[in-house]
């Protein structure tokens, strides 16, 4: 690492050492600064917009963190928690934002399947994965975090599938953060035509208790009758501020399932929009949310529907406790022509104390005029003749509240069809519940 | 270009505790009528100075979430700008709708000319 590099903050000094430090094509470079422009421009989000009117984060200090490093350093790393026991097709991982390992099956290597490090992928089959990231499912320009990933993005990892190959075995992706650092992710998962894959991403931090930055994005694109099953275990130390912006695009009779657990950071905003854009095509998203301490996590969805017999079905549930919050804000737009739409979101919120908070905004805005779309909230707190019930059947206070959160997120748990993600998040969930008098 | 500029971060100076006082201003910073916003153990907290007394509050309506010091402050009572709630400063109480429960008060008090504060929780 040179001294420059080490150098925090972003602003053009810095952005000019994280360009030297790296070995990329013009293009690339030339679309990195395209996104640093828009990064310059932006002023920080102000609470007087919508969007991060009831998301705080004046006491964000971006000037405390800088631009990933070429090299990661060799640390002790800790173990996942998703790919335990699983046998997987490929594994990536990265610590604050620079590769540390990756590598792939030969069985699928050989079949064409690209899956690693984006920039290292990139690297080595600039043609193939240049169209795909040129595409820019996420807009660069769409707020100040976002031009921040185009402009410093470095590892994420890529997944491309070519037409008609069928992956069974997971890919697992594992970030890692330490204490102040920053990871500008980007995950790119290309499926084309016929193809089908799973990919497990999970994001932790080195030690407990770690400050640190993300700013990620997300590009899910699956071609006409791909299948991907995709899940996301968000579970930073509880200093780390989350900023992220996940697209997936499905073709036609396309289908998505998209299994998101948020469990850690001290504040997390993220954008989650699937456009449908292919006649046909389906999209099942099972959002779960466990916060504790003075955690805050903001989602914003957005099911698009653009091509008509389309399919949608979000379900968020959330367990706040302490003086956690939660946002959610969830959006089904239907476009004139996407006629015999099924758009379905739901968020239910469990709060655990007095002092927790759960905002829940769900909308709809529809211009064709033969859809289905449904939507639904609940909020409410642990029903203290449940817990009465199981202390007379001879179960602690902690016990039987452990007990009826596993059940409000059972229909979740019922929905994700791979058991060591659904092991994983219940384990992580009830070990997190604490007693409450 | 920060939105927060309008604070004064006082945590990597201080090293506070929760039970302990921090200087957060000098008395001169609040004059009457005037407000002071502080980020302590990062938390955003404003001071208000009425009726020659200070006061210090959560910068947070109850209601949802607004920044309340940013509100229009009549005798001992803060509107919060979003949607107009109002708050007694020196209890943190609401005193009208929308808002329902109390934004929480911090101990504040002056020694000489330091203005210094200590968290509730």
């Known amino acids: 690492m040179t001294e420059t590099m080490a150098a925090t903050g972003f602003n053009d000094q810095t952005f000019d050492a994280f360009l030297a430090s790296r070995d990329e094509p013009n293009w690339l470079t030339d679309d990195r600064r395209q996104a640093w422009q828009a990064f310059r421009e932006f002023a920080m989000p102000s609470r007087s917009e919508e969007e991060w009117m009831r998301t705080d984060i004046r006491l964000l200090k971006l000037d405390r963190y800088r631009f990933p490093a070429a090299e990661a350093r060799s640390d002790e790393l800790p173990s996942s928690l998703l790919s335990a026991g699983v046998s997987v097709g490929g594994h990536a991982v990265s610590l604050d934002g620079a590769s540390v390992e990756f590598a792939i099956h030969p069985k699928w290597a050989s079949r064409g399947v690209l899956f690693g490090d984006l920039s290292a992928i990139t690297a080595e089959h600039g043609e193939t994965i240049r169209p795909h990231l040129l595409r820019h499912a996420i807009n660069p320009k769409f707020d100040k975090f976002s031009a921040l990933n185009g402009a410093g993005w470095s590892s994420g990892a890529v997944l491309y599938v070519p037409r008609g190959i069928v992956v069974d075995e997971p890919f697992h992706v594992h970030t890692l953060l330490s204490d102040g650092a920053a990871d500008l992710g980007r995950i790119l998962v290309i499926l084309e035509e016929g193809a089908e894959a799973t990919m497990l991403v999970e994001m932790a931090s080195t030690i407990e208790g770690g400050d640190g930055l993300h700013a990620g994005v997300t590009e899910l694109l699956l071609g006409p009758r791909a299948h991907l099953r995709y899940v996301s275990l968000q579970n930073w130390a509880d200093h780390v501020w989350h900023f992220a912006h996940q697209k997936a695009v499905l073709d036609q009779d396309a289908s998505l399932q998209w299994t998101i657990g948020a469990l850690g950071s001290r504040l997390a905003k993220v954008n989650q929009h699937v456009d449908l854009a292919g006649k046909g095509a389906t999209c099942q998203v099972n959002g779960t949310m466990f916060t504790e301490g003075r955690q805050h996590l903001s989602y914003h969805t957005k099911q698009h529907h653009i091509a008509p017999n389309c399919r949608s079905d979000f379900l968020y549930k959330a367990a706040l406790q302490d003086q956690s919050r939660t946002v959610w804000r969830g959006m089904i737009e239907v476009d004139r022509e996407a006629q015999n739409t099924d758009g379905y979101q739901r968020n239910d919120n469990l709060l655990l104390s007095q002092q927790a908070r759960a905002d829940s905004i769900p909308g709809l805005e529809i211009e064709a005029d033969d859809v289905r779309c449904t939507h639904g909230s609940t909020t409410g707190r642990v029903d203290d003749e449940m817990i009465f019930y199981a202390q007379t059947r001879g179960f602690t206070r902690k016990e039987a509240t452990r007990m009826i959160v596993t059940g409000f997120f059972q229909q979740i748990f019922d929905r994700i069809t791979i058991e060591s993600v659904r092991d994983a998040l219940g384990l992580a969930i009830s070990r997190r519940v604490r007693e409450y008098e | ?121």
């Open chain 2, 1 to 121: 270009m920060h939105s927060d500029s309008l604070f004064r971060d006082v945590c990597a100076s201080t090293n506070s505790q929760m039970s302990e006082f921090t200087k957060v201003a000098s008395t001169a910073e609040i004059p009457e009528g005037g407000k002071h916003y502080v980020e302590l153990d990062e938390r955003l907290i404003v001071i208000f100075r009425a009726a020659g007394d200070l006061y210090c509050l959560d910068d947070v309506c109850t209601h949802d979430g607004g920044p309340l010091g940013e509100g229009q402050l009549e005798g001992h009572e803060i509107a919060c700008p979003r949607h107009g709630a109002r708050f007694d400063i020196r209890t943190g109480q609401p005193l009208t709708m929308p808002a329902t429960e109390a934004t929480l008060v911090h101990e504040v008090k002056i020694e000489g000319d330091d203005v210094l504060v200590r968290l509730s929780i």
